[in-house]
């Protein structure tokens, strides 16, 4: 099925997502917030350590703003009514809910422990190895949420499905992020602040899905899918935004320990690396095997290797301050999620005809 379905009422606008230039070259820009923020710190160190000291319980507050900024444009695509849907497509829901809840945390702590604990490190800082571990760990605990339309758009994916599991997930993230993040924390040895980490919870993830649905319910209410639409595109910027200069402030405040060790960087894209193919590759193989149609298991496969890079780094900075290894490793993830991602969307359009004959 190469065309979808169109969308009805509370599901996909029918103009559905593609890349723009700005999506196209995230990877560009979060290289040019590195080298902007890793300037700004050497230069101005005074007001990057006043930014990251001014925290209320535990939170930074210029962070959480920018967050906030980050996730609930993103999160007003979502409309959960469209869970009914979930029905219809029950092999490929089944199949990436497995992936993420089940398979991606434990493959990325299991990565880490081989990558980060043992064969990198002779390379990495000592003192941040659990840190790195636990940046991995927060990175691959909640599926993307909103670059996924994208990535479904670019292989023809069906529009019901892309939205009624991502509602699906980012219902589930609302309990299941937590426990797990503690649970695999703790097999790695680290310290779980669980009032800390509940609390990210609240403000991340369960205050931004109650303000988005409020948000998107009043803007139908008032416009109409065609106002809700106008309102997404002008935030579209916003959104993206917020996160490049949360990347300046991270990396203003980390820049000294990336100019003393720049390696550092490409050994933590490794396992970020081999995960996301990893989780890929599986999600597509078991709607193959499942006999699930080609315009499902594309974006099931994708939904099922991506991240919610937002709420990791927000997350770390949380848990661990802005100078962790934590916060650093899930940066990480944000630099290669672009190119990776693409290059899985070319793998899963050019292998349809070997899909399709399964």
Same mark, same amino acid.
């Given at each position: 099925?190469?065309?979808?379905?169109?969308?009805?009422?509370?599901?996909?606008?029918?103009?559905?997502?593609?890349?723009?230039?700005?999506?196209?070259?995230?990877?560009?820009?979060?290289?040019?917030?590195?080298?902007?923020?890793?300037? /700004?710190?050497?230069?101005?160190?005074?007001?990057?350590?006043?930014?990251?000291?001014?925290?209320?319980?535990?939170?930074?507050?210029?962070?959480?703003?920018?967050?906030?900024?980050?996730?609930?444009?993103?999160? /007003?695509?979502?409309?959960?009514?469209?869970?009914?849907?979930?029905?219809?497509?029950?092999?490929?829901?089944?199949?990436?809910?497995?992936?993420?809840?089940?398979?991606?945390?434990?493959?990325?702590?299991?990565?880490?422990?081989?990558f980060i604990a043992h064969l990198f490190r002779?390379?990495?800082?000592?003192?941040?190895?659990?840190?790195?571990?636990?940046?991995?760990?927060?990175?691959?605990?909640?599926?993307?949420?909103?670059?996924?339309?994208?990535?479904?758009?670019?292989?023809?994916?069906?529009?019901?499905?892309? /939205?009624? *599991?991502?509602?699906?997930?980012?219902?589930?993230?609302?309990?299941?992020?937590?426990?797990?993040?503690?649970?695999?924390?703790?097999?790695?040895?680290?310290?779980?602040?669980?009032?800390?980490?509940?609390?990210?919870?609240?403000?991340?993830?369960?205050?931004?899905?109650?303000?988005? *649905?409020?948000?998107?319910?009043?803007?139908?209410?008032?416009?109409?899918?065609?106002?809700?639409?106008?309102?997404?595109?002008?935030?579209?910027?916003?959104?993206?935004?917020?996160?490049?200069?949360?990347?300046?402030?991270?990396?203003?405040?980390?820049?000294?320990?990336?100019?003393? *060790?720049?390696?550092?960087?490409?050994?933590?894209?490794?396992?970020?690396?081999?995960?996301?193919?990893?989780?890929?590759?599986?999600? +597509?193989?078991?709607?193959?095997?499942?006999?699930?149609?080609?315009?499902?298991?594309?974006?099931?496969?994708?939904?099922?290797?991506?991240?919610?890079?937002?709420?990791?780094?927000a997350t770390a900075i949380v848990l661990f301050?802005? *100078?962790?290894?934590?916060?650093?490793?899930?940066?990480?993830?944000?630099?290669?999620?672009?190119?990776?991602?693409?290059?899985?969307?070319?793998?899963?359009?050019?292998?349809?005809?070997? +899909?399709?004959?399964?």
């Amino acid at each position: 099925m190469s065309e979808a379905t169109p969308a009805s009422a509370g599901s996909l606008p029918a103009a559905r997502p593609s890349m723009g230039a700005f999506e196209r070259f995230l990877t560009l820009w979060v290289a040019l917030c590195i080298i902007v923020g890793v300037a /700004l710190g050497q230069l101005a160190p005074g007001i990057f350590h006043t930014l990251g000291e001014a925290t209320v319980a535990q939170v930074n507050l210029p962070v959480a703003i920018l967050v906030w900024l980050m996730i609930i444009p993103m999160l /007003l695509k979502i409309d959960l009514t469209s869970l009914r849907e979930v029905g219809r497509h029950w092999r490929g829901i089944a199949t990436t809910v497995g992936v993420n809840w089940l398979v991606k945390p434990f493959s990325m702590a299991l990565l880490a422990w081989i990558f980060i604990a043992h064969l990198f490190r002779p390379w990495l800082p000592a003192d941040q190895l659990n840190s790195y571990t636990a940046g991995l760990i927060l990175l691959a605990a909640a599926p993307c949420t909103a670059m996924v339309f994208v990535w479904s758009n670019l292989v023809d994916g069906e529009p019901h499905f892309t /939205l009624s *599991q991502v509602a699906l997930n980012d219902t589930i993230m609302v309990v299941a992020f937590a426990p797990i993040v503690a649970l695999l924390l703790g097999l790695s040895a680290i310290t779980v602040p669980w009032d800390t980490l509940l609390l990210s919870v609240m403000l991340y993830i369960v205050v931004p899905v109650i303000v988005a *649905q409020v948000w998107r319910h009043m803007q139908l209410a008032m416009g109409g899918h065609g106002g809700l639409s106008r309102l997404l595109s002008r935030l579209a910027p916003l959104s993206l935004s917020a996160l490049l200069l949360t990347l300046v402030l991270l990396f203003g405040l980390q820049g000294e320990q990336i100019i003393r *060790q720049p390696l550092v960087i490409a050994l933590l894209a490794v396992p970020i690396i081999i995960q996301v193919y990893f989780n890929a590759g599986l999600a +597509y193989w078991l709607n193959r095997v499942l006999g699930v149609e080609w315009c499902v298991a594309g974006p099931s496969a994708l939904i099922g290797a991506s991240n919610f890079f937002e709420l990791a780094v927000a997350t770390a900075i949380v848990l661990f301050g802005f *100078q962790s290894g934590a916060a650093l490793a899930t940066v990480v993830g944000v630099l290669v999620e672009v190119p990776v991602m693409l290059s899985v969307v070319h793998i899963v359009r050019s292998s349809r005809g070997w +899909y399709e004959r399964g």
